[in-house]
């Protein structure tokens, strides 16, 4: 998946976020380590989790082959950054990151949350919150400089095409080029698949 000289963000060892398609889980990502890259044979990333265990009463962490679409690298941390009322986000609880919206800026540097996929509203310190991003075709989005360049804007806008052209949708993606440019579809779907 790297190119250009780059390292593989997905080779063995690697630390990395993993998304869970499982009910209860969507609209969260987990870290875990890169035990065995793509397997040739299932086409899946084997995993071990580092905050989700194997069984209820089970310390041991939890392993699992899941497919690449789910894996991503670790976001970049940025300097703590205030958020505004409606910003996409995640929030670090029950050990791991939840997809979530801030629907309120309280005193003291603490947010009220709201997550779509529970239907909760949890209060958070700033500390505990990153901005959304989505890993798409090698890069983040949204970018991580706070100005968008033309070329940048141009290539959302390829993504943009090629998502909507291939019946492929991501909430995070299209909401954030909605946010960036304007293209209003609410109504998508959680989950997606790519073509490698």
């Known amino acids: 998946m790297a ?3 780059e390292e593989d963000p997905f080779k063995k060892g690697a630390q990395v976020e993993v998304s869970l398609e499982d009910d209860g889980f969507r609209g969260s990502w987990y870290t875990a380590n890169i035990i065995r890259s793509i397997s040739k044979k299932t086409q ?3 995993l071990e989790f580092h905050t989700l265990t194997s069984g209820d009463n089970s310390t041991k962490p939890l392993r699992e082959a899941v497919d690449p679409i789910l894996v991503r690298p ?7 950054r205030r958020f505004d009322v409606s910003e996409d986000l995640d929030a670090f609880h029950n050990d791991g990151w939840w997809e979530g919206i801030v629907i309120a800026v309280l005193d003291g540097g603490r947010y009220s949350v709201f997550f779509r996929s529970s239907r909760e509203q949890i209060e958070f310190d700033e500390s505990q ?3 959304h991003r989505e890993w798409v075709y090698g890069k983040w989005v949204p970018p991580l400089e706070d100005v968008i360049d033309d070329s940048q804007q141009e290539e959302h806008k390829k993504y943009s095409s090629y998502i909507k052209h291939q019946g ?8 954030s080029i909605q946010l960036g440019f304007g293209i209003h579809l609410d109504s998508v779907r959680t989950s997606f698949s790519v073509r490698y």
């Open 74 to 80: 670790i976001p970049p941390r940025e300097a703590r």
């Open 3 to 5: 190119g250009n000289g």
């Open 129 to 131: 919150l990153r901005l």
């Open 168 to 175: 492929y949708t991501s909430l995070s993606v299209v909401r």
């Open 44 to 46: 899946k990333i084997y």
